[in-house]
């Protein structure tokens, strides 16, 4: 008896965890909830195409690895497929999948011609030597050509790789085509091509959904604290914004551990202190901090901004936060997500809240086609009328649907998406109705 409870106990967290389950489950109801036809959840539910490719790399020790990688094109109705390539162990393919799906809805709610893609390598990049990162970037990018290109699928930076990785993979790219094609990928080095802004822009965007939310709900930032859950590109640049409008961020971890002053930490200091690789850990004018107890501080913002299935029915209990602005893809699971709800704590949904990245990657790729560039003012400009209108919609569909923000962000997203299938007539009357 206790067996199987303990299998079904395993497997609703299994469940709970994978989040092509998760997204699949989300796109169910929401897609009810809008009175569309399950026709319409048939067409989303699954990726175009999905790829995986075997990546051999000679190891400094002379040694082989291979190494698995995927490339997931999740829809091309709008565009080219658009998302970021991730280095990370726990990489697989249900995951992959469901970050090109996500690609797919933020595409849609910022309105941008492009559609949902993402890859990844299981990989930890910290246990390979730079010549071996650079020889798994260079020989992934070999792998996966057939199917990437600037009319097809354009990658980008995401967890653990970088504008450095980026210039490797072009270079690859670039060899085996034989020309400059700078639209191939976005997040590049800026004399490759690269974007002023892009390398702030997720962070960027983040920090602007945090300043609607508060504006919505009548809070002062300068009052505010927040607390970050990951300090890499997205948490580093996020919290450099939040200190510019006055939020005190008490408290920052990355994967080794975190930090805490209830004073507020002085981020230009922590930032510079962190810019060569060094971790917050090492960083000794503030208290340590474990990831544990990040969750219970009483800060008025949290962002997750590391990885999936951060906030769970464990953690979830313990934030006391008013705003959560997910910075990271899925960082919160749907039993964590109901808590939050009860607690009737704000939500800024992934999907929104980090969209600024694809955002100013999109501005990359137009800037490539037109090869004339605009100045970082004019880049952070644009970003910001594409994210502001973003929330607002996505706010109206909340009121609207009498709806969580979440739930009001995969609305938006696929009534946008609905109305390509129906101009391309693959979807009659019929399945606009239930
Ligand atoms: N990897 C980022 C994301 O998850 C950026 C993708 C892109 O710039 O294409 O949104």
Not at 3 to 12: G, L, T, W
Request: hydrophobic letters at 40%; a negative charge; glycine letters at 8%.
């Amino acid at each position: 008896m206790k067996d199987i409870k303990d299998k079904v106990e395993a497997d609703i967290t299994t469940h709970d965890k994978n989040p092509y389950e998760i997204v699949k489950e989300l796109l169910k109801h929401s897609i009810s909830e809008l009175g569309f036809d399950e026709n319409i959840y048939h067409i989303l539910k699954k990726p175009m195409r999905v790829l995986e490719v075997s990546i051999p790399v000679r190891m400094d020790n002379g040694d082989i690895r291979n190494f698995t990688g995927y490339r997931s094109q999740h829809l091309d109705i709008l565009g080219p497929t658009k998302g970021g390539i991730r280095f990370h162990p726990n990489v697989d393919v249900d995951e992959v999948k469901a970050l090109s799906i996500w690609m797919s809805l933020k595409a849609a709610i910022l309105d941008l011609p492009l559609g949902g893609g993402k890859g990844g390598v299981i990989v930890n990049p910290r246990e390979l030597s730079e010549r071996e990162l650079e020889e798994l970037s260079r020989m992934y990018i070999r792998k996966i050509t057939p199917i990437i290109g600037p009319e097809k699928d354009v990658p980008a930076p995401d967890v653990n790789t970088n504008p450095e990785v980026m210039g490797w993979m072009i270079d690859e790219y670039d060899t085996l085509r034989g020309y400059n094609i700078p639209g191939m990928l976005t997040g590049k080095p800026i004399i490759l091509g690269g974007s002023q802004g892009r390398l702030a822009a997720t962070g960027r965007g983040v920090v602007l959904m945090v300043r609607e939310a508060a504006r919505f709900l009548g809070m002062d930032l300068r009052q505010c604290t927040a607390s970050l859950q990951g300090f890499g590109n997205v948490g580093s640049m996020t919290a450099k914004f939040l200190d510019e409008l006055g939020v005190k961020i008490v408290a920052v971890t990355d994967a080794n551990g975190g930090i805490y002053d209830g004073n507020g930490l002085d981020i230009p200091d922590l930032l510079a202190f962190v810019k060569d690789g060094r971790s917050v850990t090492e960083y000794t004018k503030a208290k340590p901090l474990n990831n544990q107890d990040l969750f219970s501080l009483p800060v008025d913002i949290f962002v997750p901004a590391a990885i999936e299935n951060q906030i769970t029915k464990e953690t979830a209990p313990l934030i006391q936060a008013k705003i959560v602005a997910e910075a990271a893809n899925g960082p919160t699971t749907p039993e964590g997500d109901k808590i939050l709800e009860e607690k009737d704590i704000f939500v800024i949904p992934d999907i929104l809240c980090n969209a600024g990245g694809v955002t100013v990657s999109y501005f990359e790729w137009v800037q490539n086609a037109m090869n004339y560039y605009w100045k970082e003012e004019e880049v952070n400009q644009k970003l910001e009328e594409r994210m502001v209108s973003g929330f607002e919609n996505v706010l109206r569909m909340r009121q609207q649907q009498k709806s969580r923000m979440r739930k009001a962000a995969y609305m938006v997203g696929i009534q946008h998406l609905v109305k390509a299938f129906k101009a391309r007539g693959w979807i009659k009357n019929a399945d606009l109705t239930k």
